[in-house]
């Protein structure tokens, strides 16, 4: 095996890509249906490190590989959330300061168990810490707090292992709960009325009394009569027939105000007003609201939108929510007019495809520097968020903003999906090579046993504290909680097993987004406070 251990030393960006490949044809394979997915990936890492570390021959994939991997990773994750993260945090303060709670919690475990119970140093205590809850810039803090990098890595690598297990295990329980989420989003649809009123309602007025956001997309006098766009102002008579698109759950209000079901399809009648999947491929529109396109597209062909499909949401098109380049959105229009609305919107796939590099690659350096800045401790150390956290704040903050100027900041969901798995797929190639390498050196400490009992303990007070908190105190939804688990881990490998499992369900990355910055600040200085005491 002498030659091939060359080869990989020698070539490390084959070795990279090897582990990748390798690692997903595993992955891919299910048990009972459950697969790990891209996490394979860190494990096939760590074993081929392991094996070639135990022969004699150090192979690594470049920390510089890593870091490029893990910043690609971030700033997707943030971008994509941005648009709903925001509106989502004042009801995510109670969920990251339990967090927090948690953290003080497992902490003080490290201390009492591991210091005065298993007699180790605290220095090691504060690095099975920081394996533990998978976090190298706490080892990085760690090692400079108290001068002892190699007792600290010591402790770090016999505990990240089940570290990453033990969370996996978390997530699947939670995933386990999924089909019971009370926050799954609504499939949207179309129903066909009849009027029955006999007030000469406006549509205005109906609009107030329905429990939540519909779209009136047609509207016919009669059963003969012409098909045209409602507007709010409309006046509704008995027996006009009316199209409403919007969640089920929003239309038993919608007949109670208007009247019955009808068996008539308006939008079966396509030869005044048509409707079409439209892809958002101008620049110019992206970072537009669903009002402003909507009032562009009254203003010059009596057109609107009823719906935005991006990736495989399909939701409805309320006025605030932002557009994206991509987004497949369904244009309900003047049959004539929808060649020009179509020509308008750009209409080409390349709105799918298109990574943005100005964006991209403004907010990676703009991210990295703000991650790298020092943030002063007591007693003259420092430390640094990271160039992840740095980096995962920034796609929030663009992928919120949408447009800056003549600048979209926002990528599109496709691209951000590609962009993000290659940057994981690349990042987890080179965690687990490290960890290999540091692995096999530290089971030949005296204490192993120790550092491994810390760890698993440490693991599992996190991952069942969470699990029990967010679903009793919260009532936080198993797809979601899973996406939080990893977000509170700060580990890539069990957001990408979420992935896997819920096929990129945007409540996972809402979850990881919630409360990963302030998860990566915490450890830290909880791992400071264990290395000075």
């Known amino acids: 095996m002498a030659p091939v251990f060359n080869y990989l030393v020698e070539e490390p960006v084959f070795f990279t890509?090897?582990?990748?490949?390798?690692?997903?044809?595993?992955?891919?394979?299910?048990?009972?249906?459950?697969?790990?997915?891209?996490?394979?990936?860190?494990?096939?890492?760590?074993i081929f490190s392991a094996w070639g570390g135990a022969a004699g021959y150090e192979i690594r994939v470049p920390a510089e590989l890593g870091t490029f991997g893990l910043v690609l990773f971030a700033f997707s994750i943030g971008n994509n959330a941005g648009a709903n993260f925001f509106s989502s945090l004042r009801q995510g303060a109670g969920p990251i300061l339990m967090m927090v709670v948690l953290f003080m919690l497992t902490g003080a475990t490290a201390y009492l168990l591991g210091a005065k119970v298993l007699g180790m140093d605290t220095t090691v205590v504060a690095g099975t810490f920081a394996g533990a809850?998978?976090?190298?810039?706490?080892?990085?803090?760690?090692?400079?707090?108290?001068?002892?990098?190699?007792?600290?890595?010591?402790?770090?690598?016999?505990?990240?292992?089940?570290?990453?297990?033990?969370?996996?295990?978390?997530?699947?329980?939670a995933l386990r709960q999924a089909p019971h989420d009370k926050d799954a989003p609504e499939p949207v649809t179309h129903m066909t009325l009849r009027v029955e009123r006999t007030d000469l309602p406006r549509l205005r007025d109906v609009a107030s009394h329905i429990d939540g956001p519909v779209e009136f997309s047609r509207l016919r006098r009669g059963e003969q009569g012409p098909i045209w766009l409602p507007t709010l102002s409309d006046v509704l008579h008995q027996d006009d027939l009316l199209t409403v698109v919007g969640p089920t759950s929003h239309f038993a209000s919608v007949e109670r105000e208007i009247g019955h079901r009808?068996?008539?399809?308006?939008?079966?009648?396509?030869?005044?007003?048509?409707?079409?999947?439209?892809?958002?491929?101008?620049?110019?529109?992206?970072?537009?609201?669903?009002?402003?396109?909507?009032?562009?597209?009254?203003?010059?062909?009596?057109?609107?939108?009823?719906?935005?499909?991006?990736?495989?949401?399909?939701?409805?098109?309320?006025?605030?929510?932002?557009?994206?380049l991509g987004d497949r959105v369904r244009v309900v229009a003047p049959t004539q007019e929808m060649s020009k609305i179509s020509k308008w919107m750009g209409d080409s796939a390349?709105?799918?495809?298109?990574?943005?590099?100005?964006?991209?690659?403004?907010?990676?350096?703009?991210?990295?520097?703000?991650?790298?800045?020092?943030?002063?401790?007591?007693?003259?150390?420092?430390?640094?968020?990271?160039a992840a956290a740095g980096v995962l704040i920034i796609g929030l903050i663009m992928g919120r903003v949408g447009r800056i100027g003549p600048l979209v900041t926002a990528l599109p969901n496709t691209a951000n999906l590609v962009i993000g798995e290659l940057g994981l797929l690349i990042f987890l190639a080179q965690a687990g090579s490290n960890a290999g390498g540091q692995i096999l050196g530290a089971f030949s400490s005296g204490e192993w046993w120790k550092i491994l009992l810390l760890g698993i303990a440490l693991t599992s007070i996190m991952a069942f504290g969470l699990y029990v908190v967010m679903r009793r105190m919260f009532?936080?939804?198993?797809?979601?909680?899973?996406?939080?688990?990893?977000?509170?881990?700060?580990?890539p490998a069990i957001l990408a097993f979420a992935n896997g499992q819920t096929n990129n369900d945007p409540r996972v990355a809402m979850g990881y987004a919630l409360v990963y910055p302030v998860a990566m600040i915490g450890k830290i200085i909880v791992g400071y406070i264990l290395a000075t005491m």
């Open 350 to 386: 390349k709105g799918l495809t298109d990574i943005n590099p100005i964006a991209l690659g403004l907010g990676l350096a703009l991210g990295i520097f703000i991650g790298e800045l020092p943030i002063p401790l007591p007693g003259g150390a420092s430390f640094s968020i990271g």
């Open 17 to 46: 890509f090897l582990i990748v490949g390798v690692g997903m044809a595993l992955g891919a394979l299910k048990i009972k249906g459950i697969g790990f997915g891209a996490a394979m990936v860190l494990f096939v890492a760590i």
């Open 133 to 173: 809850l998978t976090n190298t810039p706490t080892l990085a803090t760690v090692g400079e707090a108290s001068g002892d990098i190699g007792g600290a890595t010591v402790g770090y690598a016999l505990a990240y292992l089940f570290g990453v297990v033990g969370m996996l295990i978390a997530a699947s329980f």
């Open 262 to 324: 009808s068996s008539h399809s308006l939008r079966a009648d396509r030869r005044l007003m048509d409707f079409r999947r439209v892809t958002i491929s101008n620049h110019k529109l992206a970072g537009m609201t669903v009002r402003q396109v909507d009032e562009e597209l009254e203003k010059h062909w009596n057109a609107r939108l009823s719906r935005v499909r991006r990736g495989d949401d399909d939701r409805l098109a309320t006025p605030d929510l932002m557009l994206e």
């Open 475 to 491: 009532t936080m939804g198993g797809t979601k909680l899973s996406g939080l688990i990893a977000g509170a881990q700060t580990q």
